[in-house]
């Protein structure tokens, strides 16, 4: 990075003692914190020992335009004094798990009579019980799967079960007991809880032993039915075992953590040892950012292990980190017993942390030959398009309506070579209720390119949907509102079947031809990809606004509900699906409402169902 004066004599004043520092950007906003043993040994590894930097590193150095260091009297301080600072200021380039709102949890709240397991993506300080963090949405939707499979345990909200006057589909294909509707005994359904807890944390052998006994009295009183049951559940646990490898003969629990580094990206392995078996195997893809490979399975151990509910007494880790003793005395406190966090040098623990540092390699190398993939598209797309600059960021949008009706258009992003979300934004055409494509391009692309590019930066490239004709309104609406020469314009065509065409056509200004893409197929599959994802967005939101209208609109059939209590209605529940799981009872209380005018509300939103 570039050094300043005054970045420069900071850091050469900066004293060999532990501590936390602050990075801060040209607005002075804290972009990242640290701590450290020796401040001023970490700093130089930002600050003077740049050869070793990745390109992507080095980048995110350079927006640092100033730093502050907080001293302290001890490495167990520093690292207090880091979380702490990261909750007040939330930094951008510190989050790894991101406090769980990435990564799925389970969750079971014992206090409800019924207990449910639900999905969720974040902890809440409200005593229930959180499994996770889940790597993805396909490993915790399998597990889900598993436990209802087996326990038979309500998905569904509260407000929903308290007001169903029939069992839900669960009920139907005998994945829920229907505990809304039937006459389930709270004891026996809060047995079945406690056997899916055991099973989330590994003990499976436990949960059998427990059946095989229940089993056997069921089977002793001649309730043959409820043994037959058991059995069933038992088979269906003894199958899922049956996959589980055994890894280490002590029979105990552990947890080993590993990671791989390289080009600026981390994959991090933990492989769930539970009694002996290894029941789970989670790989964990980050950015580097401004972390030094080491300081990163720190603060990956730190994050995870305050998102997930078991804490192993052993911790198993490929490589030593720093503050060891300071989280082994912050696990302790919270398990209530002594937990440890090794690195093993030999023998059947050795063997282990090898073996996921094997598969923490293996998925980091096809997670960097994803990204060279996705990066060899878009030197495709410049070629073929030749442009100046690299196509990182592809905005795409597209329309939606119903006969003119409800109309919406989407904006989706795509950075190098991959879908942007947190760029996704949603248009409701305004003032027009007539199909004019050309209106709503033109009012959606002013109402997107009118934002200062400091707050939304513009694209490298603008994809419409659609052929010469789409194409030409585009860089018409573009040219009004003078910033054609910021970016490019593309369409996509679909191929004509009838004419005998195999691929989709890109147009672009000044062409009156499609683009030869027989050399570039990875090129035009990346722009299918933008173009589809933008019409799969704006179909969604276009249904939704639609249900949304069919809903309120039902409001009206309602004797007794004029616009006044419409009104009350949907300012309370802030639209229809919480309306409809609403309970009489909450309803009735509203102003102007009555527990008649409730009984008709709750009928007439529910009688489809």
């Known amino acids: 990075m570039t050094m300043t004066s005054p970045i420069l004599e900071k850091y050469r004043q900066t004293p060999h003692r532990p501590g936390v520092y602050m990075m801060k950007d040209t607005k002075g906003r804290t972009i990242y914190i640290g701590k450290a043993k020796d401040l001023k040994k970490r700093l130089s590894s930002y600050f003077i020992k740049k050869t070793n930097h990745d390109a992507k590193t080095a980048a995110l150095l350079e927006m640092i335009k100033d730093f502050e260091i907080i001293i302290t009297s001890s490495g167990h301080e520093a690292f207090i004094l880091e979380s702490n600072l990261i909750k007040e200021y939330n930094p951008k380039y510190n989050v790894i798990l991101k406090d769980g709102k990435n990564y799925p949890l389970l969750r079971i709240d014992m206090n409800e009579i019924y207990p449910a397991i639900q999905r969720v993506r974040k902890i809440k300080n409200d005593k229930a019980h959180y499994f996770g963090p889940y790597s993805s949405s396909h490993s915790v939707n399998k597990t889900l799967k598993q436990i209802q499979k087996i326990f038979k345990l309500r998905r569904c909200k509260k407000t929903q079960f308290k007001n169903r006057s029939r069992p839900c589909l669960n009920f139907q294909i005998k994945a829920c007991l229907g505990p809304c509707c039937n006459d389930v005994s709270v004891v026996g359904y809060k047995k079945q809880v406690q056997d899916a807890i055991l099973f989330l944390k590994g003990r499976s052998h436990q949960v059998v032993k427990k059946l095989k006994a229940r089993m056997m009295d069921h089977s002793s009183s001649r309730e043959y039915e409820k043994a037959a049951q058991i059995r069933d559940t038992i088979f269906a646990i003894e199958n899922i075992m049956e996959k589980q490898v055994v890894v280490s003969p002590d029979m105990k629990d552990r947890d080993v953590i590993a990671f791989a580094a390289k080009k600026g990206r981390v994959v991090i392995i933990v492989m769930a040892v539970r009694s002996g078996y290894l029941i789970d195997t989670a790989h964990y893809p980050l950015d580097l950012g401004f972390k030094e490979p080491d300081e990163v399975l720190s603060a990956f151990i730190e994050q995870y292990y305050k998102n997930t509910e078991f804490l192993p007494s052993i911790i198993l880790l490929s490589r030593k980190i720093e503050n060891t003793e300071e989280m082994e005395h912050l696990f302790a406190k919270r398990k209530g017993k002594k937990v440890s966090i090794r690195v093993p040098v030999r023998?059947?623990?050795?063997?282990?942390?090898?073996?996921?540092?094997?598969?923490?390699?293996?998925?980091?190398?096809?997670?960097?030959?994803?990204?060279?993939?996705?990066?060899?598209?878009?030197?495709?797309?410049?070629?073929?398009?030749?442009?100046?600059?690299?196509?990182?960021?592809?905005?795409?949008?597209?329309?939606?309506?119903?006969?003119?009706?409800?109309?919406?258009?989407?904006?989706?992003?795509?950075?190098?070579?991959?879908?942007?979300?947190?760029?996704?934004?949603?248009?409701?055409?305004?003032?027009?209720?007539?199909?004019?494509?050309?209106?709503?391009?033109?009012?959606?692309?002013?109402?997107?390119?009118?934002?200062?590019?400091?707050?939304?930066?513009?694209?490298?490239?603008?994809?419409?949907?659609?052929?010469?004709?789409?194409?030409?309104?585009?860089?018409?609406?573009?040219?009004?509102?003078?910033?054609?020469?910021?970016?490019?314009?593309?369409?996509?065509?679909?191929?004509?079947?009838?004419?005998?065409?195999?691929?989709?056509?890109?147009?672009?200004?000044?062409?009156?031809?499609?683009?030869?893409?027989?050399?570039?197929?990875?090129?035009?599959?990346?722009?299918?990809?933008?173009?589809?994802?933008?019409?799969?967005?704006?179909?969604?939101?276009?249904?939704?606004?639609?249900?949304?209208?069919?809903?309120?609109?039902?409001?009206?059939?309602?004797?007794?509900?004029?616009?006044?209590?419409?009104?009350v209605l949907l300012k309370h529940f802030k639209g229809i699906a919480k309306m409809k799981a609403a309970s009489i009872k909450e309803i009735a209380l509203l102003p102007g409402m009555n527990k008649t005018l409730a009984k008709a509300l709750n009928h007439t939103l529910n009688r489809n169902d």
């Open 347 to 567: 023998g059947e623990k050795k063997r282990l942390v090898e073996m996921a540092h094997v598969n923490a390699s293996r998925e980091l190398e096809k997670s960097l030959l994803k990204e060279e993939e996705e990066r060899a598209s878009i030197l495709m797309l410049k070629e073929l398009l030749k442009m100046e600059r690299l196509p990182s960021r592809i905005e795409c949008f597209d329309n939606s309506n119903l006969s003119g009706q409800d109309p919406v258009s989407s904006m989706v992003v795509f950075k190098d070579g991959r879908p942007y979300k947190d760029g996704y934004r949603k248009f409701i055409i305004r003032d027009l209720d007539f199909q004019d494509d050309y209106a709503y391009m033109y009012q959606v692309l002013e109402r997107r390119f009118s934002k200062d590019p400091s707050e939304m930066e513009y694209p490298d490239l603008l994809v419409v949907d659609g052929g010469k004709g789409q194409l030409s309104m585009a860089v018409a609406v573009i040219k009004e509102l003078n910033i054609e020469d910021r970016f490019m314009v593309a369409g996509l065509a679909k191929k004509n079947v009838t004419k005998g065409e195999e691929f989709d056509k890109i147009y672009i200004s000044g062409r009156s031809n499609p683009l030869n893409t027989g050399q570039a197929k990875k090129a035009l599959y990346l722009l299918q990809q933008v173009r589809d994802e933008a019409h799969r967005f704006a179909i969604t939101f276009q249904r939704k606004r639609r249900e949304k209208r069919a809903g309120i609109s039902v409001l009206d059939t309602i004797p007794g509900i004029g616009p006044k209590k419409k009104k």
